[in-house]
C-alpha cells in the first residue's frame, strides 16, 4: 500500500532543493552527452525520455521516505 500523501503534492524542503538542484543537473549533462554521442532515431529518444524519468524519480526520492512519507 502508498502512503497516503503519494498522489498529493510535496513542497521540497530547503535543504532537499539543493540536493534536487544538483541531480537535475547531473541527469542534463548526461542528456546532453547522449545527444551529442549518439545517432537521432528512437533508441535516442526513448533513452532520453527514460534519462528524463530517472531524473524525476530520483527528486521524488529525495523528499520522501522509503515507505514514501514525506522525508523530513
Given amino acids: 500500500m502508498t502512503h497516503e500523501s503519494t498522489f498529493e ?3 521540497p524542503a ?3 532543493i539543493v540536493h534536487m538542484a544538483i541531480v ?4 542534463a549533462d548526461m542528456a546532453k552527452i547522449i545527444d ?4 537521432d532515431g528512437p533508441d535516442k529518444t526513448h ?3 527514460l534519462l528524463r524519468t530517472a ?3 530520483a527528486n521524488v526520492a529525495i523528499t520522501r ?3 514514501g ?4
Fill in 9 to 11: 503534492y510535496l513542497k
Fill in 14 to 16: 530547503e535543504g532537499q
Fill in 24 to 27: 537535475r543537473e547531473a541527469f
Fill in 36 to 39: 551529442k554521442h549518439v545517432p
Fill in 47 to 49: 533513452t532520453i525520455r
Fill in 55 to 57: 531524473g524525476m524519480w
Fill in 65 to 67: 521516505q522509503p515507505d
Fill in 69 to 72: 512519507s514525506p522525508r523530513e
